[in-house]
């Protein structure tokens, strides 16, 4: 059974008796670990990822499109120039694209093969908001440092990179020179550097990334947990209190609270967690109602959406102060900032003229369930210097947009001086 995954049949007798005994020494238990990795991350099937500002859209085949901004040559075309409509990254042909990522002023892409692809701003660890790294890179570039390690998941956090290999080791890039997570490193580092403490023998199906935080989810013989390491401002380590953490720490409310975490997602101040049981659990900074407890208030621990309670959620996706909950049954709730209408709900102007509304508490997208398909994945963009755009992707492929739309990342025109689109409208691109 475990010859029939797509990242385990590649490898070689020794690797596959090595990533036996990382898993706990059974083949049951790379089984588990392998389809628990296929269960959070969209691999090898369609994606759509909202950056900040600028968008990637990878089909079932592996081609990537890509539009919106790019100052810094973010969308891989050879070019500096807005892209209103998804187009195709040419240079790719022939590489299919598995997962992807997209952070300020860069992308990165993985293949099939676990070679990991770069462009934009040419930095592992620069600050949104800074100028650090003036140099660009206008086209895929592959990421020479890691070659030799096959990765299967890649995310981009605030002054930091992240990657996963396929026996799930976590490395990290420009992750604070100050040593606070583990290892010291300078912003411009090109480095991969393992992630020290905890996780070195214990295998990651999972990584997300925030301002300045990682979340790992890792499978131990015994069951999944989830570690936190890196700035705790608002609670958002989950550890009960608001320190920071030098090296991995497991977060030890889910096993008061008798959950199995699936998915994790990092938002910029606040996390969230699925669990086996289709319970939502959310933590971090409170601020516009994002944790979805019908209140502001931080929670240093990780605590249950009981407004979801009658809902069996599957996924979840977190941005900057905003929260979205995909069910079983494909429906999809929100919660937090409204800022530039990326929740969906496109409320009815107040006397002042302002539609965008907070929400405290989780509300169906009523403007997707129109769509009359069931929603797959959400991806909304995760930064606090950039207003937010939103995608909901359908089963079959049809790819959604709402929010900011002032630079193209939505993928359509917009007319008469809009810069934002309240309801989902659909994108010019098949994702099949």
């Not at 249950?304 to 905003?322: F, H, P, R, W």
Request: proline share 4%.
């Amino acid at each position: 059974m475990c010859q029939k995954r797509a990242i385990f049949k590649p490898m070689a007798p020794e690797e596959r008796q090595d990533l036996k005994q990382r898993c706990g020494g059974s083949w049951k238990l790379v089984l588990r670990f392998l389809l628990a990795g296929e269960a959070c991350c969209r691999r090898e099937r369609s994606q759509a990822i909202a950056g900040p500002g600028h968008s990637i859209a990878v089909t079932s085949n592996g081609v990537v499109y890509s539009f919106g901004s790019n100052s810094s040559g973010q969308l891989g075309h050879g070019t500096t120039e807005e892209e209103w409509r998804p187009r195709q990254i040419r240079s790719l042909r022939g590489i299919r694209i598995i997962q992807a990522a997209a952070g300020p002023g860069r992308t990165m892409l993985i293949s099939d093969a676990g070679q990991v692809y770069a462009f934009g701003k040419d930095s592992f660890g620069e600050s949104e908001y800074g100028a650090q790294g003036s140099k660009m890179v206008t086209t895929p570039q592959l990421v020479e440092s890691l070659k030799n390690i096959f990765v299967v998941q890649a995310v981009i956090g605030n002054f930091f990179t992240a990657v996963l290999s396929r026996e799930g080791r976590v490395y990290t890039f420009s992750w604070g020179n100050d040593g606070r997570i583990g290892h010291q490193t300078e912003p411009n580092d090109v480095e991969p550097h393992p992630l020290l403490g905890a996780l070195e023998n214990i295998p990651v199906v999972q990584i997300a990334a925030g301002y300045c935080y990682l979340l790992a989810l890792a499978c131990h013989p015994s069951g999944m947990s989830v570690y936190s390491v890196g700035c705790g401002l608002g609670g958002k380590l989950g550890h009960g209190s608001r320190t920071d953490e030098k090296y991995p720490r497991l977060i030890e409310q889910f096993q008061l609270l008798n959950l199995q975490p699936m998915v994790v997602a990092a938002g910029a101040w606040h996390a969230a967690v699925v669990g086996r049981d289709g319970r939502v659990c959310t933590w971090g900074w409170g601020r516009y109602g994002c944790l979805g407890h019908g209140n502001e208030e931080c929670e240093s621990a990780p605590k249950v959406v009981e407004a979801l309670s009658k809902v069996k959620a599957v996924n979840v996706a977190t941005g900057d102060y905003t929260t979205f909950v995909v069910s079983d049954d494909g429906d999809v709730y929100s919660f937090g900032c409204g800022e530039s209408a990326s929740l969906g709900h496109n409320a009815a102007a107040d006397e002042q003229g302002n539609r965008h509304v907070n929400v405290l508490s989780p509300e169906l997208v009523t403007s997707l369930k129109e769509v009359k398909e069931r929603v797959v994945q959400i991806s909304l963009t995760n930064s606090i210097y950039w207003n937010a755009h939103t995608f909901a992707l359908t089963e079959s492929g049809k790819l959604y947009a709402f929010g900011a739309g002032d630079k193209g990342q939505l993928g359509m025109e917009l007319v008469n001086n809009q810069s934002e689109r309240g309801n989902p409208e659909r994108v010019d691109v098949d994702l099949r």
